[in-house]
């Protein structure tokens, strides 16, 4: 259970970092209470994984060399991805996460004209950012995991990454993404997924 609880945490940490769900709760960070948008943003993230995990389970039960050969192949498609993004990355690019988060929160907010309640922001929070992590490469990953691995322990270790990437974005969310490099942390994330990749195969073997 250890090795799972670490794969999900460092998979999930290393990719959400500067994802746009981290912009999104980022920036409505700086325009309502923090302490709602964590609430909200950590739910919708750990409602996710909890969907993710039991699919991962479903898939678990097909033929063991069929999920065997496809948990690879994702890793490896993944890693090669992010690779490939990495290297058309200048080290001062702007981030497209970033520019996306931010015209997705200036319309919904533009559709609110009156003041809104704990609860309306709460749920705005909820539902931009389970639409944004729906069908992100997280979500296949923390599938691909559940499906090989102790699901109790990806589980825990995804809902802590979240969980620690969404207080970052909510408390120094705008500073810290000043500093972060686009570029290192894709090619962190890419490497990351071939290891995994790595991992499963030797595993199989």
Same mark, same amino acid.
């Given at each position: 259970?250890?090795?799972?609880? @670490?794969? $999900?945490?460092?998979?999930?940490?290393?990719?959400?970092?500067?994802?746009?769900?981290?912009?999104?709760?980022?920036?409505?960070?700086?325009?309502?209470?923090?302490?709602?948008?964590?609430? +909200?943003?950590?739910?919708?993230?750990?409602?996710?994984?909890?969907? /993710?995990? %039991?699919?991962? *389970?479903? =898939?678990?039960?097909?033929?063991?060399?069929?999920?065997?050969?496809?948990?690879?192949?994702?890793?490896?498609?993944?890693?090669?991805?992010?690779?490939?993004?990495?290297?058309?990355?200048?080290?001062?690019?702007?981030?497209?996460?970033?520019?996306?988060?931010?015209?997705?929160?200036?319309?919904?907010?533009?559709?609110?004209?009156?003041? *809104?309640?704990?609860?309306?922001?709460?749920?705005?929070?909820?539902?931009? @950012?389970?639409?944004?992590?729906? +069908?992100?490469? @997280? *979500?296949?990953? &923390?599938?691909?995991?559940?499906? $090989?691995?102790?699901?109790? $322990?990806?589980? @825990?270790?995804?809902?802590? +990454?979240?969980?620690?990437?969404?207080?970052?974005?909510?408390?120094? +969310?705008?500073?810290?993404?000043?500093?972060? /490099?686009?570029?290192?942390? &894709?090619?962190?994330?890419?490497?990351?997924?071939?290891?995994?990749?790595? =991992? /499963?195969? %030797?595993? $199989?073997?």
């Amino acid at each position: 259970m250890l090795t799972a609880f @670490t794969a $999900g945490l460092l998979l999930i940490t290393v990719s959400e970092l500067g994802d746009k769900t981290f912009f999104i709760a980022a920036i409505l960070a700086m325009r309502h209470s923090r302490r709602l948008i964590f609430i +909200g943003v950590t739910a919708a993230l750990a409602a996710m994984t909890i969907l /993710s995990v %039991l699919v991962g *389970q479903a =898939v678990s039960l097909l033929p063991k060399i069929y999920v065997y050969y496809a948990e690879i192949i994702l890793f490896v498609g993944f890693g090669l991805k992010l690779l490939y993004e990495a290297s058309k990355m200048s080290d001062k690019s702007e981030s497209e996460e970033a520019e996306e988060a931010l015209e997705e929160v200036n319309k919904a907010e533009a559709k609110i004209r009156h003041k *809104q309640s704990n609860l309306a922001i709460v749920t705005k929070a909820f539902v931009m @950012t389970f639409v944004a992590e729906w +069908g992100d490469r @997280t *979500q296949f990953a &923390t599938i691909s995991l559940a499906a $090989g691995y102790n699901a109790f $322990g990806i589980t @825990t270790g995804a809902i802590l +990454g979240h969980g620690i990437c969404a207080a970052i974005a909510v408390t120094c +969310g705008k500073l810290i993404a000043k500093r972060i /490099s686009e570029r290192s942390l &894709t090619a962190i994330g890419g490497i990351l997924f071939l290891l995994f990749a790595l =991992v /499963s195969y %030797l595993e $199989g073997v």
